[in-house]
């Protein structure tokens, strides 16, 4: 009985444990609900009936024959430009060539000419004899002696006469300081003969002083000033005269033209054309900075030289510069630095045709363009040498340059279409 009693006991106890599952239901579990296993990868390949036949190779795909709409192309000549941006060391030198006359030579050709960088010759890239647009900033010197600003201001209206439509000019006037007259306006416009109009002046007096003697001080008595038509005020000390210095500041003129002509584009000619009678005192600007920053932005100067400096023979003495003293005549060395040309005028007539000279050879001038091959942005001087081959001959040209960054950004990008 114990066995069987045992045995029915058993059978509950094993029918309780089988009502507990032992695997997870059947159901999907919620995070795996819409993924069909499988889906989205590439099929297998349908199994044969008889597992011994060889599956056959899918079937390529034929091509459609249509070839559907034509696409949308630019008409010629507005299809967008592509950009290519090359740093290169292109030169341009323009130049003067004149006889033994001082007349202008023309119909040279590119194989009379010879450019040389650091004495070193240089493939010619560029010859041209085409004139280019100018860019001329006029610069007008009013503390020039009262006769001479007579000549001077009577001979401006001569001035558009020798400029193009195409050229543009800017007009300052410096006297102890530097004031710009007007932008960059057209040559032939009625606006520039209105500015020459209100750019006249009256002048300098001559006076002469004496700071020594009895005539260099007032009635004094005691120490004392007496004389009440001499001093505003009596009993004052005795006074003696003290000369007052002269102001010529060509430096700083000619340094706010270029800085203005340094803002045009490159494909014109950079021009600062100068009226004065070269004397420089009491300027800010030294000279060798002024000449630095023409020869960084190829800016060219050219000039008329009036007054003592300009008659052969008058004022020879003065040419002997004393340290600390006023510079008598420093025009030239602008020119000869940056291929300019200087005519010396003292007729009012003269200086009427040195301004139809000066732009009829600014047009004549040759350009000749080179690849440098010194690193283009090192900020040193390169000197430059043009020479023709034909005698009896003489070149004008600037005697070197510098190169800068601004070069590089104005003869990089390319455009192609």
Do not use: C
């Not at 960059?184 to 003969?193: D, E, K, N």
């Not at 009256?202 to 004496?210: A, P």
Request: charged letters at 20%.
């Amino acid at each position: 009985m114990a066995v069987a009693l045992a045995g029915q006991q058993s059978t509950p106890q094993s029918a309780q444990q089988q009502a507990i599952p032992d695997a997870p239901s059947a159901a999907p579990s919620s995070v795996f609900s819409g993924i069909a296993p499988g889906k989205g990868t590439v099929p297998d390949a349908p199994k044969p009936a008889n597992e011994n036949q060889i599956p056959q190779a899918a079937k390529p795909t034929v091509p459609d024959d249509n070839p559907g709409p034509p696409p949308d192309l630019p008409a010629a000549g507005e299809a967008p430009a592509y950009v290519l941006r090359q740093n290169v060391n292109f030169v341009q030198v323009p130049f003067t060539v004149k006889d033994k006359k001082g007349n202008l030579v023309y119909g040279l050709d590119w194989r009379d000419v010879r450019v040389y960088e650091n004495n070193l010759r240089q493939e010619i890239k560029l010859f041209t004899v085409d004139p280019f647009p100018l860019s001329i900033a006029l610069v007008i010197d009013q503390s020039l002696p009262f006769n001479v600003m007579e000549k001077v201001n009577t001979s401006l209206s001569a001035l558009p006469g020798a400029f193009t439509p195409q050229d543009e000019v800017a007009v300052f006037t410096y006297n102890n300081g530097t004031k710009k007259q007007t932008d960059f306006t057209g040559s032939q416009s009625a606006r520039l003969p209105a500015i020459l109009e209100r750019s006249k002046s009256k002048g300098r007096e001559v006076d002469l002083y004496d700071n020594t003697g009895p005539l260099a001080q007032t009635t004094t008595i005691n120490g004392r000033q007496f004389d009440p038509n001499t001093s505003p005020r009596r009993n004052q000390q005795g006074m003696t005269l003290t000369i007052p210095k002269e102001q010529h500041t060509l430096n700083d003129a000619i340094f706010a033209a270029a800085q203005e002509l340094a803002t045009r584009p490159r494909d014109r000619r950079r021009v600062i054309y100068v009226i004065t009678d070269g004397k420089e005192y009491g300027s800010n600007a030294k000279f060798t900075e002024v000449r630095r920053y023409l020869q960084t932005n190829q800016i060219s100067v050219w000039g008329t030289l009036v007054g003592d400096s300009a008659a052969w023979g008058l004022g020879w003495v003065e040419k002997f510069h004393m340290p600390l003293m006023m510079q008598d005549n420093i025009l030239p060395k602008y020119v000869n630095a940056t291929g300019g040309t200087m005519y010396s005028e003292w007729r009012q007539r003269a200086i009427e045709d040195s301004f139809a000279e000066i732009g009829r050879t600014m047009r004549a001038q040759y350009t000749v363009g080179y690849y440098s091959h010194n690193p283009f942005v090192d900020g040193k001087y390169r000197s430059i040498d043009v020479r023709v081959l034909r005698p009896n001959l003489s070149i004008t040209a600037k005697e070197g340059y510098i190169p800068s960054l601004r070069d590089v950004r104005e003869n990089g990008p390319t455009r192609v279409r």
